[in-house]
C-alpha cells in the first residue's frame, strides 16, 4: 500500500491524470495545470470518476509537495526474496489517494479478503492470513481494515513504514502555505487540490502542536477556530481526527478480545529519524512558522514525518521499533528496510540491532534543495550523528550517464560538511555514505535552461 500520491490515477476516459515518472517528471511539473484541476474534488463521494490503475513505479517529485523513489524496488526484492508470484500471494493495492481513508479502507478488505479466500483454495493452506506493508499514508489505511473493520482476524502482521500515526505536520504547511514557492517561471500552485482532499485533513497531526501567540499548546480544530489556521476547516479537521480515534477506540476494544491477544496481528513500525522534521506550528502576531522542534526539543523524524508520530499510541515500551536514517520518500526502497522487512517476513536468525538501535551505528543527516535553477549549483549539506568522519557523496542521474562522487568539505566552525555540484538538467539521486554508518538518500531536479 504506498503513501500519498503513490498511486497513478486514471479518468473516466482512460488518460492518465496524476503518473509522474522519472522520464518526464520535469515535463509534468511545468504542464501539470490541467491535471490538477481534474484531480480537485468537488464533493464528498467515490472520486468523479477517477480511478486507481497501479502503483508509480518510478521517482515522482512535485517540488515542495512530495518526493517518492517509487515502488518498483521494494516491489521487486519482495517478490524476489520471498518467492511470491504477482498477483497471486503478492498484491499491490494501489487506491484514489484523494478520498477519504475510510473509502479505501473498505476497498483494502474488499481486495484482501477476495485474494486470501482464493490463494487458501489454490494453496491448500485454510489457515493462511495477511501481511500487510503500508507505506505513509497507506499504513493509516491498513490500521482502519485491520482495527475497525475487522481485519485483524485474518492478517498475521502489519508492518508500517514511515507512517504518521499521529500525523504529520507537513499537512499543515499543505493546507495553510500551499505549494512550495520560488521554482521560478514553472511555480504551480496545488493549494485548491489539497484543500479538498479528505485525505490530507487526514494526515493532520491529532496531537496539540499549535502555539498560539506564546500560549499553551492547542490542536488543530482548537487553532482552526481560534482563527489562527485560516485555511483550515474546523469541522473538517475534527471529522479527520475522529478517523484517528476510530481506530484507537476499536484497538482498544479488540484488545480485550482473549483472540486478539492470542493471534492478532502483529505491528511493527519502521520509523525514520535523523532528518530535519517540523514538529509544531508557531502563530505569533498572525504570522505561521513551521518548527523543527516541539517545545524547543528536536527528535527529529524523516523529513516529513516527526519520530514521535511514527509510532501508534497504543504500543507497549516493550515493543521493539525499526529506526532508519532515512528520508520519507526512500525509505520504502531503503537496504536497511528492506534488509529488516525480509528478516521479519522470513524469521530468520538475524542480528537488526544495527537498524533498530542509533546507538549501534552512526547516521547520517542530510539537506538539500528539491529543485536547483539553471545555472545555479546543486549544494550538498550533510552530517554524521557521531564521530568525524568522511562524508563520501555520489550523485546519479536516473536518466542514465555518469555519476559524480566527491567528498564533502567540513565548514569552519560547525559539524555540517558541504559540497556544491553543478549538474546538467534532469533527475538526479542523491546519496551521503561513511564508514561505519547507513547510507542517507534523496531526489533532486535540476532545471533545464
Not at 481513508?101 to 478488505?109: G, Q, Y
Not at 520560488?182 to 497531526?205: A, T
Not at 480515534?245 to 479488540?254: G, L, R, S, V
Not at 542509533?358 to 543527516?365: I, K, M, P, Q, R
Amino acid at each position: 500500500m504506498p503513501g500519498i500520491t503513490g498511486s497513478v490515477l486514471v479518468n473516466e476516459a482512460g488518460q492518465e491524470v496524476w503518473s509522474p515518472s522519472a522520464s518526464v517528471v520535469w515535463r509534468t511539473i511545468t504542464n501539470f495545470g490541467p491535471s490538477v484541476t481534474d484531480l480537485e474534488l468537488t464533493a464528498a463521494g467515490d472520486g468523479d470518476g477517477v480511478t486507481a490503475s497501479r502503483l508509480v513505479p518510478d521517482v515522482t517529485i512535485v517540488p515542495g509537495l512530495i518526493k517518492i523513489e517509487g515502488y518498483s524496488r521494494i516491489a521487486k526484492y519482495l517478490v524476489r526474496q520471498l518467492g511470491l508470484v504477482d498477483g497471486e500471494n503478492f498484491i499491490p493495492f494501489p487506491y484514489d489517494w484523494r478520498l477519504d481513508n475510510r473509502i479505501n479502507a473498505e476497498r483494502l478488505k474488499a481486495l484482501a479478503m477476495d485474494k486470501l479466500t482464493a490463494w487458501r483454495q489454490t494453496s491448500g493452506n485454510a489457515d493462511a492470513k495477511l501481511i500487510l506493508i503500508g507505506h505513509s499514508m497507506g499504513g493509516l489505511i491498513a490500521r482502519y481494515f485491520v482495527e475497525v473493520l475487522g481485519g485483524w482476524t485474518d492478517t498475521h502482521r502489519l508492518l508500517t513504514l514511515a507512517t504518521p500515526h499521529r500525523g504529520s505536520l507537513n499537512a499543515v504547511g499543505f493546507l495553510e502555505q500551499g505549494m512550495k514557492k520560488g521554482i521560478g517561471p514553472f511555480g504551480v500552485d496545488l493549494s485548491p487540490m489539497l484543500r479538498s482532499l479528505p485525505s490530507v485533513y487526514q494526515l493532520l497531526p491529532i496531537y496539540p502542536c499549535v502555539q498560539i501567540d506564546g500560549g499553551d499548546m492547542k490542536r488543530i480544530a482548537e487553532a482552526a477556530k481560534a482563527g489562527a489556521l485560516p485555511h483550515i476547516v474546523e469541522h473538517r479537521a475534527t471529522a479527520a481526527r475522529a478517523f484517528h480515534q476510530a481506530i484507537h477506540d476499536a484497538q482498544a476494544a479488540n484488545a480485550k478480545l482473549d483472540a486478539y491477544r492470542d493471534n492478532g496481528p502483529a505491528l511493527v513500525p519502521f520509523i525514520g529519524i535523523e532528518q530535519p522534521t517540523m514538529q509544531s506550528v508557531q502563530v505569533a502576531n498572525g504570522v505561521l512558522k513551521l518548527l523543527q522542534s516541539y517545545n524547543n526539543d528536536d527528535t527529529g523524524g524523516d523529513g516529513t514525518v516527526p519520530r514521535v508520530s511514527g509510532r501508534p499510541i497504543e504500543l507497549s515500551k516493550d515493543v521493539r521499533d525499526v529506526y532508519a536514517a532515512e528520508t520519507h520518500g526512500a525509505i520504502q526502497n531503503a537496504d536497511g528496510t528492506l534488509a529488516n522487512l525480509r528478516g521479519i517476513l522470513t524469521s530468520e536468525t538475524l542480528d537488526l540491532r544495527m537498524f533498530q538501535r542509533a546507538e549501534d551505528a552512526g547516521v547520517l543527516t542530510l539537506k538539500l534543495d528539491d529543485v536547483v535553477m539553471p545555472g545555479d549549483a546543486l549544494v550538498v549539506r550533510a552530517r554524521a550523528s557521531e564521530g568525524n568522519p568522511k562524508l563520501q557523496v555520489t550523485l546519479t542521474p536516473l536518466a542514465g550517464g555518469e555519476a559524480v562522487e566527491d567528498t564533502l568539505i567540513r565548514e569552519q566552525n560547525g559539524d555540517w560538511q558541504i559540497g556544491e555540484f553543478a549538474l546538467d538538467a534532469g533527475v538526479w539521486r542523491v546519496s551521503v555514505q561513511a564508514e561505519g554508518a547507513m547510507p542517507v538518500n534523496d531526489l533532486v531536479v535540476v532545471a533545464s535552461a
